[in-house]
């Protein structure tokens, strides 16, 4: 049978038929017809085999006076015979068109060379051990290990092959290696640690308590839910956590150790509804709780509680009667806490911490580009005018900040690439690091007077250097295990002009002294939303791409956070059109510069990237030969109507189409909707799997059905679809290896050959 191993010519089975099917596809035809037989021909002349038959079921809504038909929504039962019997044919399907090919495997063998590698070990101390999640190379799952801690501070690289006492093995649990283990916190006194348990890949865990010495959990355990922070208080009783549900949003809540949870306090949340999602820190020596109320990824409100005036209240822990006394760890005004609102309703985000005595924000209120301020906790002014600045705005980005030392170093972006700036505590600038361009850096302390930087970039995997915080001097510290050497490559940043005009950076990655010929095989990646700043970091598949001879490029794409809020905000609601717009201007320069032609470009996405590509896809199907789309959004009429989702925030960046103007815009990009009978549609794979909770595993299934259908092109859509898998992971190691490998041998298989 026709596989992708190598990339088929499409017009040899019908000559001067299909290659005029793309142009087709673009023009207005007056004969209803005709898209049609379009179709029929390129079905006829593809070398393809055809994919399963879906039955369609028309199903009509009327929203805001429009009639709106979905012809496949009973694939939305994901549990019915018929959807599940549909699901195993799309995946023989999808096996059948990529194939077990020479190609395949080499991905795969390359592959696993480049992944099947250790990486860094930075441990959490707790008591007298140091505890590390981890993934050894040959295994399938990462495991929570620890082992003895040094008396003195550690100098050199922990060796990821030494000795380590298994602390919980994932495997215990799930022979099948799709449940994963992580560490959420430890008890003060390090005999206690919190771990979450994911059932494959859901966003939902199941959250345990582990006495250390014991080996053994503690009954206390919650059940499997949404949560988000989780700590111990001050004198390990208890812990705080967030539990979020779709139907009441975000509650913050205490639960002491020994006592039912049915029982737990609620100390916040109650009024902020599901489209929102709260937090908290604890700061001032348990004085202080700073409760966060984040509206969609724009603003944070923020309220502040004092806890010296807190109620003595007794609980049972480990056994014993505890008392919780103000001020200490537990001590909660249970029933009646009314925090002091900080900032409330102000346009724009914000992100606290406790530094000494003061509570420190990070916020783009009247700075663009962040800047961080502090106020007193015990005398909160209510007027920014009156907070200290700590760091002040500047042109580039502050994305973040840490203390080493007694110096401030703060974490910048310009244009995309790191820069690393030191003030002193009272915000001065006292110098910067020196970093290599389009690279990305973390920073971390090690000892006194030094720190470990990160470094990665597009064509370097990360490697770690010694940094003297005094000299700037760097020595060598430990080197990147990935069999890569980027010598060979090179990254430019290029610029790009969107359809209204505006500018976006462009990454290109390839080989060095790459001619321009015009038919180079290129993948393009992007994803431009939530705030998201997508970096030039290195990645296996670009790594993978660029040695095959191709050209790996990334667009920075309104909606991301690479340029500030105004730059989020140009790429959400009613903006969000210029997401696809500037995607799409980056594929036409990667076209007009002389890298490719449509023929040979390929285009991934993933999650909100999923809705990118797809959007691309419909809006213009000519300039893409294949398109990976993974884990996407693609029904964004029907969104909001979805009952497996916890991404209900989600519709503070993307519109709610419940509401009519909104609807107007949401219309013109949801792909479900726009696909269009006898479009020659670029080659398409989806992937998705049953356990994501965040994006309804239904719109991949939908969309591939739909595409099946209407494409006139002649080239495959597959979707890959696992059972376990979902936004949160729910693979295994070769899992990974496999599911990377099928996608590139997919798209290579289109454009390369």
Known sequence: MPNSAHRPAITTPCPGTVPRLRHLAGMRCALAPRPLIVALVALACSPYPRPPETERNPVVDTLHGLAITDRYRWLEDQDSPETRAWIDAQNAYAELIVGDTPLRDELEARLRELMDVPGPLFPRRAGDFEYFTMRKPGEEVAAIRRRPAPEEPRRDPIDPGGDFEMVVDPLDLDPTGTTSVSIRDFSPDGD???????????????????????????????????????????????????????????????????????????????????????????GGEGRYMVFTVQHGWARTDVYLQDMAAGVRLARRSRGRSVPISPGGGGSIIVGSLQPRPIVVGAPARFSVRFVEDELWLLTNLDAPNNRVVALDPANPDPDPANWRVVIPETEDLLTGYQIIGGQIYADNLHNVSSRIVRYDMDGNRTGGIPLPEHHVATLRPWGEGAALLTLTSLNTPPHIVKLDLETMETEPWLASSVPFDGADYEV?????????????????????????????????????????????????????????????????????????????????????????????????????????????????????????????MTRRPELFRAVFCGFPDLDMVRFYQFTRTNNMPALLEYGNAAVREEFDVIKTFS???????????????????????????????????RLQRASASGLPVILDYDPRAGHAGGRTFSRNVRNTAMELAFLWGQVGG
């Open 192 to 282: 206690l640690m919190i771990y979450a348990v994911r059932d494959g890949g859901q966003d939902e865990v199941e959250i345990r308590v582990r006495d250390l010495e014991a080996g053994e959990d503690l009954p206390d355990r919650l059940p499997n839910f949404l949560y988000g922070g989780i700590s111990f208080n001050r004198d390990g009783t208890g812990f705080y956590y967030v539990s979020r549900s779709r139907e009441t949003g975000g509650r913050v809540r205490l639960h002491m150790l020994g006592t039912d949870v049915e029982d737990d306090a609620e100390l916040f949340g109650e009024g902020h509804g599901p489209e929102k999602f709260v937090g908290f820190t604890e």
């Open 492 to 616: 430019g940043q290029h610029w790009y002009t969107s359809a209204d005009g505006t500018r976006g950076p462009l990454y290109v990655a390839h080989r060095r002294g790459l001619e321009l010929t015009g038919d180079t095989p290129t993948l393009l990646y992007g994803y431009g939303g939530f705030n998201v700043s997508l970096l030039p970091r290195f990645d296996n598949r670009a790594a993978v791409w660029m040695e095959r001879g191709g050209v790996y490029a990334m667009a920075t794409l309104r909606g991301g956070g690479e340029f500030g809020e105004t730059w989020h905000a140009g790429g959400m609601l009613k903006n969000k059109p210029n997401v696809f717009a500037d995607f799409i201007a980056a594929a036409e320069w990667l076209i007009d510069a002389g890298y490719t032609n449509p023929d040979r470009l390929a285009m991934r996405g993933v999650s909100k990237g999923g809705l990118l590509v797809a959007s691309a």
């Open 671 to 705: 792909p479900y909707q726009n696909v269009r009978d006898g479009v020659a549609y670029p080659a398409v794979m989806l992937t998705q799997g049953d356990l994501d909770t965040r994006v309804p595993p239904l719109q991949a299934r939908k969309m591939a059905a």
